[in-house]
């Protein structure tokens, strides 16, 4: 297709969660915790845990036909998926899976891995693949069951993560442009801050070569250095991104933040000098779902109505990498 010069907009989202929900109560029974210290630590309650049977495909099939069917498109309409996670399905990729459980035939699809910032990231990457007119519809989803990678004997960790799928639609649309800014950034000498570290193995093959055969192994945090990382540089991205879109704390609607822990999204609001009633979070019920976090809170604040079309949404994600990044749009 021609349709260089286009702008963007996000015309639908949807989300799914498994079923399963894991309680601070649960949490006291395996490690030393207690549901008073997670709640005024992190905000959280519960978290969803994808069962044995439940795949991150399929949670986000579900998510990306609930964002499809709010697009009022249809799957063969989609040009393009990107499913930004870190714990696929498939080491080769699950975003094909994705495409054929929904019957996307008109699209290419691939991951993308930026831990907590890959919804974000693949926000701005199909911006790219719109703007320059190469693709009319991007279906975006951010999935991950980071379950299945924690150390469920570090209370540190453990208490932190959830389940679930979260998608958006992107469009490519002539009249305006409602990404109005964005920025995306990494810092590789934290890298060590959070890590799901390959370990090796080894198996001789022959004489002197020996190949590693071994697998991921759990989570591990430096917790404190993650909550300075974010409380310093998601303000700073945020604040770029409104000089850039040339607004203020102001003009900003909601503040659509990674949720890692309710006091990072305070503290954050605070220094923008945004009212908390203007944080959308579900950390309650959900705790950190990774790359799926950002598109949760969104369709489910969409849902309710409190999000209404032209509002101005403030987004930003960071995680691993460590990577993080801002974003500035009109919903609808
Ligand atoms: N229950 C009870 N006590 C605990 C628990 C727990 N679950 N976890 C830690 N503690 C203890 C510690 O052992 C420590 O005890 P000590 O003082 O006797 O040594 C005490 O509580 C305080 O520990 P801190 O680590 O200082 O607690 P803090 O207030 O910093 O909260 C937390 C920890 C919640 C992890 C916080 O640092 C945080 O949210 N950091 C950011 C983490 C994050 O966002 N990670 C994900 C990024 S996204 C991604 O890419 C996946």
């Given at each position: 297709m021609n349709n260089m010069g286009a702008g963007i907009a996000i015309t639908g989202c949807g989300s799914a969660a498994p079923e399963a929900i894991l309680t601070n109560y649960h949490l006291a029974q395996m490690v030393e915790t207690s549901d008073e210290w997670i709640k005024t630590r992190t905000g959280m309650s519960n978290r969803h845990i994808a069962s044995p049977t439940e795949s991150l495909s399929q949670l986000s099939a579900v998510a990306a036909k609930n964002a499809i069917a709010m697009a009022g498109i249809?799957?063969?309409?989609?040009?393009l998926i990107i499913l930004a996670t870190?714990?696929?399905?498939?080491m080769f990729g699950s975003a094909c899976k994705v495409q054929g459980l929904i019957g996307a035939t008109n699209a290419v699809a691939f991951d993308l891995t930026a831990a907590c910032s890959g919804f974000l990231f693949a926000l701005i990457n199909a911006t790219q693949f719109i703007r320059n007119g190469v693709y009319r519809n991007v279906l975006i989803i951010g999935a991950d069951v980071l379950s299945r990678w924690?150390?469920?004997?570090d209370r540190a960790s453990c208490v932190l993560f959830g389940d679930g799928a979260g998608a958006a639609v992107c469009q490519g649309i002539?009249?305006?442009?409602?990404?109005?800014s964005y920025g995306m950034y990494s810092n590789g000498s934290q890298n060590d801050s959070l890590n799901l570290n390959y370990q090796s193995d080894c198996q001789a093959l022959v004489d002197g070569i020996i190949a590693q055969q071994g697998t991921y192994h759990p989570i591990t945090m430096n917790g404190k250095e993650v909550y300075r990382f974010a409380v310093a540089r998601v303000p700073e991205a945020i604040e770029k991104a409104m000089f850039h879109a040339n607004?203020?704390?102001?003009?900003?609607?909601w503040l659509l933040l990674h949720q890692a822990n309710q006091r990072i999204m305070d503290a954050v609001a605070k220094r923008l000098k945004i009212p908390s009633e203007k944080i959308l979070s579900n950390i309650a019920e959900y705790g950190n779902t990774s790359a799926a976090s950002i598109p949760l809170a969104l369709d489910a604040a969409v849902r309710e109505g409190k999000v209404k079309p032209g509002d101005t949404i403030a987004a930003s994600g960071f995680g691993a990498g460590l990577t993080w990044g801002a974003a500035i749009f009109q919903w609808g």
């Open positions: 249809s799957a063969t309409d989609i040009d870190s714990t696929p399905d498939d924690v150390d469920w004997s002539s009249d305006g442009d409602r990404l109005l607004l203020t704390a102001n003009d900003i609607d």
